[in-house]
């Protein structure tokens, strides 16, 4: 299959600005090249791939950046700016998806899923998020009652956000296990990893920590300086402030953990955070809310406290050393490598390409 990735707008491959998505795209680009398919990705400019195969192409779009969607008012409008980063890519992913089998969109933004009414060219939707914008949800609404088949989903509950799709697509998630070190550390510290910004609910780790009298390590990009500076006041000393890592380096400090607290407050789509530390042997404990609790096998790799109840992650921290740490890496390797997600996708992206050929879609 020759096909068209289309990245996230908010921040170029290895920005950490893109979240997630960063590393789901480059992850499935591995499980695509192993499985002998042909990819170009269009990202932002200075987007560094991880995957260096003479089947990837990368082509960089340039302009102006969207803003996140999770960080303005629901029932914002969409905006679209002058000197659009977004529609560069776009408009550069319709030019070299005429010649490709389809073209597969990475980005929650209007533009790309409005597309979808507008071309001929098969185009997939991997939303990467749960509902995060009024116009977004009714736009996905709108163009599944004529495409049921092109959006698909990282979990059950992400996809719950969306009431109108029934049998949703879950695909989960997949990750490159030969970049990922087993480590049996059940006396290390505590650690949280992720975007720093009030949907992920780092004020609930830190007061976690404060309480077993430990400090907590923290990586990620600080996407919300006001934000991370609040909960430094709130809990002094406590968290220990590690950067953004790639992911080489994010594993090795990752892997000496004890256990990954996450702790979110919207509904994790996925949560790849979670998965990589279980590669690495670490336990997690999380709320449960959205994608994680698909992920962790309560008792088994973790343990999942309801929703915002810290006292309850608190408990749980108290007996992670129950954890069987090699359960943690056998769940992933079982369940999400870059192999099986890779063929997850294939599979979704020829039942899109077979409705577009039976509704006699000429390709142009
Ligand atoms: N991440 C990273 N280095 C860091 C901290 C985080 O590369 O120091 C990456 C991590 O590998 C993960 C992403 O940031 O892929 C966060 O993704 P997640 O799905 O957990 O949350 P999102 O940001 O998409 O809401």
């Not at 090699?326 to 870059?338: G, M, T």
């Amino acid at each position: 299959m020759h096909i068209v990735l289309i990245s996230t707008p908010i921040g170029f491959l290895g920005s950490g600005k893109g979240g997630g998505v960063e590393l789901t795209l480059n992850s499935l680009l591995t499980g695509l090249i192993v499985k002998g398919h042909t990819v170009d990705v269009v990202a932002p400019n200075n987007s560094k791939l991880v995957e260096d195969s003479k089947k990837v192409k990368l082509h960089f779009g340039e302009g102006e950046e969207q803003k996140s969607w999770q960080h303005q008012d629901y029932y914002s409008p969409v905006s679209i700016p002058n000197d659009s980063l977004l529609s560069e890519m776009i408009e550069k992913a319709i030019d070299i998806g005429e010649k490709a089998d389809i073209i597969l969109n990475f980005s929650y933004d209007w533009l790309p899923i409005w597309m979808t009414l507008n071309i001929k060219i098969p185009i997939a939707h991997l939303i990467s998020m749960g509902s995060e914008s009024f116009v977004i949800r009714n736009l996905i609404s709108k163009v599944y009652s004529k495409f049921p088949n092109n959006f698909a989903f990282h979990s059950k509950l992400q996809a719950s956000d969306y009431p109108f799709i029934e049998n949703p697509i879950v695909i989960g998630n997949g990750f490159n296990l030969d970049n990922y070190i087993f480590q049996d550390c059940k006396n290390g510290p505590l650690g949280w990893v992720g975007r720093v910004a009030p949907e992920k609910g780092l004020e609930d780790a830190a007061y976690v920590a404060s309480a077993l009298g430990e400090k907590l390590n923290v990586w990620g990009i600080v996407q919300d300086e006001s934000y991370a500076l609040k909960i430094e006041k709130l809990f002094p000393g406590i968290l220990e402030w590690k950067g953004f890592l790639e992911t080489d380096k994010l594993q090795k400090e990752l892997g000496t953990c004890r256990a990954l607290l996450n702790t979110p407050k919207w509904n994790e789509a996925y949560g790849n955070v979670v998965v990589e530390a279980l590669a690495c042997g670490v336990p997690v404990v999380a709320y449960k809310r959205g994608g994680p609790s698909e992920i962790i096998q309560h008792s088994k790799t973790g343990y999942l406290a309801n929703p915002d109840d810290k006292e309850s992650v608190l408990n749980y921290l108290k007996i992670i050393n129950k954890i069987d740490r090699k359960n943690c890496r056998e769940w992933v390797e079982n369940n999400a490598s870059s192999d099986i997600f890779a063929g997850k996708v294939i599979s979704w992206l020829n039942k899109v390409i077979k409705e577009y050929q039976s509704q006699n879609f000429p390709k142009c």
